[in-house]
């Protein structure tokens, strides 16, 4: 039978180990990888296993013209029909604008496509909008589709004691398809009956 504490004097109690505990629960689960535990923690952040891959995601390379040449490949899978129109930031908007419209206005034309890469992606976005609303809004139908294709920079050297170099990364490409809802014929046939 334990005594209670008399008059004057102070009872001692155990220190509690639960914040402890945590304390060390929180290391063991930092040494494991566990970036989620204990406070101020830093979120996980994901590490490609292919390193060869995560090295193709990268710029352009960086090169001196004096000494280099830089030539770029294109993939050679892109489709070339009498419907598609690939988009560069060397034509003038106002040339493309008036080359789709010739498209689309042309006898028997069901639909284009736009095709955009790299920082011609801005130009495809504006010129498929700029072409459904020069066109009514409603008589065009956009259908874009996003990814990313490889392509290589290869440096020429233009000095003989330098050697070639060359790198591959990913651009981002987008292709809109802009088809009508209904032909121009249908959309003129109501306005030449109300003529006559």
Excluded at 32 to 43: C, D, K, L, S, V
Excluded at 103 to 126: F, Q, S, Y
């Amino acid at each position: 039978m334990s005594a209670s504490p008399g008059p004057g004097t102070t009872e001692q109690r155990r220190p509690n180990n639960s914040s402890n505990r945590n304390h060390h629960a929180n290391k063991r689960g930092n040494s494991r990888g566990n970036p989620y535990t204990g406070p101020g923690a830093a979120p996980r952040t994901s590490h490609p296993s292919n390193p060869d891959t995560a090295a193709r995601r990268t710029s352009k390379l960086a090169y001196d013209p004096a000494e280099y040449q830089l030539i770029s490949h294109l993939p050679r899978r892109f489709p070339k029909g009498p419907g598609d129109v690939y988009l560069t930031l060397k034509t003038p908007f106002r040339a493309q604008m008036q080359k789709c419209k010739k498209l689309l206005e042309a006898p028997g034309c069901r639909e284009i496509t736009l095709h955009g890469m790299g920082a011609a992606v801005n130009r495809a976005v504006n010129l498929a909008l700029q072409l459904q609303s020069d066109f009514g809004g409603d008589l065009l139908e956009l259908s874009p589709t996003t990814g990313s294709v490889e392509m290589t920079d290869e440096l020429e050297p233009l000095r003989d004691d330098l050697d070639p170099i060359s790198q591959s990364r990913f651009v981002s490409v987008i292709k809109i398809k802009i088809s009508f809802t209904r032909t121009l014929e249908d959309v003129a046939a109501p306005k030449a009956a109300q003529k006559t």
